[in-house]
């Protein structure tokens, strides 16, 4: 009788364990889920595998989730759990599948790609290389900054946005404030593309620094 008793225990353990454990992994899961939401951007499958011990897991049933700014989308990422004032880190694989670029065709370095140098291809994301794209519009019209080769995953670090603004070209600067926009024009000192920065010297030789439009034009805030 003590020996059904002994084993029953145990089976009522391993099952309160096996319970725990697809409750944080289900949490996990829609937290990741809702990420990808948040993003604007869809998975075809997403599964969280844990890979901390159990016994380094949250004490508390329902832990809130959180993760660093830069924080990667998939693969092997550092998870924050709080429970209340006790905070721990669980070290998860979170595997994804779902569309991704890759060259139809040799695309030669400072060439501008075009739509029919790249297609959508189905796998798993997070085997690919880091900030590969995964959709046609991230790469379409930027220049290759190196050769890419047919059926290579085309990555962020393989191109650059074509040049708004040109260091020596003249720009015109319109700035902005509470009721005010006030124009001029200056000489861009470095190459730019849209949305990223650019220091102008104004013809009265005073430097400013603003961000680039769509049409070239440098937009400074007051």
Known sequence: MRGMTTLLAA???LISVSASAADLNAQL???FKNRYGQSHQTADNLTVVIKTPEKMWPACEQPQFSLPGNSRMWGNISVAANCDQNRRYIQVQVQVSGSYLVATRQV???ATITASDMRLEQGRLDTLPARTLIAAD???GAIALRDIIPGQPVTMMMMRQPWRVKAGQTVTITASG???NISSEGKAMNNAAALQTVRVRMNSGQIVMGKVDANGNIL???
């Open 178 to 180: 509470d009721g005010f």
């Open 108 to 110: 030669l370095r400072g």
């Open 29 to 31: 899961s829609q937290f």
């Open 11 to 13: 089976l009522l353990a």
């Open 138 to 140: 991230q790469a379409e």
């Open 220 to 222: 400074i805030s007051l």
